[in-house]
């Protein structure tokens, strides 16, 4: 039995029922629908009082019946740590290829202009420049 977890945004809390079993179904933002059964009904009174928008850590798990793998949440919880998890994974900085791109650009510019002053300049940088160079013109001629 394998637990995974999605984080979602209440849209909407509605009863429902299944096989005259009352269970509570939550409607995300995307319009998935997660619902609840009988094994969390003691946390329903506290997910009904949730406001739209609210973020939600919905656990799921899996059983076997009858051959047949389904898939239930197992546990909802509030998501601020989660989320605030996944916000700081988000926000933290990551450099993309244009920002490196300019970087080497630079770098290359500034040994060129010392090589042209006559500085000296260790080979491995020089070796490393040449390189740099060498790879932009082949990318640049592919057309």
Same mark, same amino acid.
């Given at each position: 039995?394998?637990?995974?977890?999605?984080v979602?945004?209440?849209? %909407?809390?509605?009863?429902?029922?299944?096989?005259?079993?009352?269970?509570?179904?939550?409607? =995300? *933002?995307? &319009? #998935?629908?997660?619902?609840?059964?009988?094994?969390?009904?003691?946390?329903?009174?506290?997910v %009904?009082?949730?406001?739209?928008?609210?973020?939600?850590?919905?656990?799921m798990?899996?059983? =076997? *019946?009858? &051959? #047949?793998?389904?898939?239930?949440?197992?546990?909802?919880?509030?998501a601020?740590?989660?989320?605030?998890?996944?916000?700081?994974?988000?926000?933290?900085?990551?450099?993309?290829?244009?920002?490196?791109?300019?970087?080497?650009?630079?770098?290359?510019?500034?040994?060129v202009d010392?090589?042209i002053?006559?500085?000296?300049?260790?080979s491995?940088?020089?070796d490393?420049?040449?390189e740099?160079?060498?790879?932009?013109?082949?990318?640049?001629t592919?057309?």
């Amino acid at each position: 039995m394998t637990d995974n977890f999605n984080v979602i945004v209440i849209d %909407r809390i509605e009863d429902d029922e299944y096989e005259g079993q009352s269970r509570l179904k939550i409607i =995300d *933002k995307s &319009g #998935q629908e997660w619902k609840l059964g009988k094994a969390l009904i003691k946390k329903y009174d506290w997910v %009904r009082k949730l406001p739209q928008g609210t973020a939600l850590k919905v656990t799921m798990a899996n059983f =076997d *019946k009858n &051959g #047949q793998t389904i898939e239930y949440v197992k546990d909802v919880e509030e998501a601020m740590g989660v989320l605030s998890e996944r916000v700081a994974e988000k926000l933290a900085p990551v450099k993309n290829l244009k920002d490196i791109s300019i970087e080497a650009q630079v770098a290359v510019k500034s040994v060129v202009d010392l090589m042209i002053n006559k500085q000296d300049v260790p080979s491995d940088i020089k070796d490393m420049t040449f390189e740099w160079i060498r790879k932009a013109l082949v990318e640049a001629t592919k057309w």
